[in-house]
């Protein structure tokens, strides 16, 4: 069972930039799905962007073009870049995984603030 534990989330003023990391346990890490959610208060939660094991990328319009997801197999980690950061982008930043053929998002981390304020 893959296990997933997030870090760089924290505060950031307008216009600055954060790189979210996504540490996952499990040797079976590379054939996973991986994505970025990500939830506001009093808001649902938003898929924010995803990446295939193969390294095909997908992003939510909201951050598109500002924010760049990748991966490293060898460290059992995902990467979430974001650039060009806005009060909107504020939020708990959650990592998941999704097994191959599973139709759903059955591993989740505990999350990562991000606030984003002058």
């Known amino acids: 069972q893959v296990q997933l534990v997030e870090s760089g989330g924290g505060l950031v003023q307008p216009g600055g930039s954060l790189r979210l990391s996504c540490a996952a346990s499990?040797?079976?890490?590379?054939?996973?799905?991986m994505g970025w959610y990500r939830q506001a208060p009093g808001k649902q939660r938003e898929l924010v962007a995803t990446i295939t094991r193969g390294g095909r990328t997908n992003y939510a319009d909201s951050v598109k073009g500002r924010s760049t997801i990748s991966r490293d197999n060898a460290k059992n980690t995902v990467y979430l870049q974001m650039n060009s950061l806005e009060v909107e982008d504020t939020a708990v930043y959650l990592c998941?995984?999704?097994?191959?053929?599973?139709?759903?998002?059955?591993?989740w981390g505990q999350g990562t603030q991000v606030t984003v304020s002058s």
């Open positions: 499990g040797s079976i890490f590379d054939i996973y799905t």
């Open positions: 998941s995984a999704k097994p191959p053929l599973a139709s759903s998002w059955a591993i």
